[in-house]
């Protein structure tokens, strides 16, 4: 069992950065796959970016690339999701999925390949 608390939202103006966290308890994180997906209001959930168990191997979404990054630390059974250059279009519930790999290159962009699920944190951009 692995549950998930993000953290890290909150409101910021077109232009500026934020950082997310996703804090993880239970003994094995760092086997897990890890994602970030986004809901905006009205909107489906769509995948952000993911990470494979050692952080080596990482995936995003088109609309992000170059201005997001996902990080891990292992050590400290955490995610992060750096957001830089915000948009307004990137306002949306920001939820962190992990899912189980097993320690292998696995990465995941779909919803139903993640095994647990953290409560959501809001990031609002302001224009």
């Known amino acids: 069992q692995v549950q998930l608390v993000e953290s890290g939202g909150g409101l910021v103006q077109a232009g500026g950065s934020l950082r997310l966290s996703c804090a993880a308890s239970g003994r094995t994180f760092s086997s897990y796959a890890m994602g970030w997906f986004r809901q905006a209001p009205g909107q489906e959930r769509e995948f952000v970016a993911a990470i494979n168990w050692s952080g080596g191997i990482r995936e995003y979404a088109d609309p992000v690339k170059g201005r997001f990054t996902i990080s891990r630390d292992n050590a400290k059974n955490t995610v992060y999701l750096q957001m830089n250059s915000l948009k307004p279009e990137d306002t949306a519930v920001y939820y962190c999925?992990?899912?189980?790999?097993?320690?292998?290159?696995?990465?995941?962009?779909?919803?139903?390949?993640?095994?647990?699920w953290g409560q959501g944190t809001q990031v609002t951009v302001s224009s």
């Open positions: 999925a992990a899912g189980r790999s097993y320690y292998s290159n696995s990465y995941y962009t779909r919803e139903n390949e993640y095994n647990y």
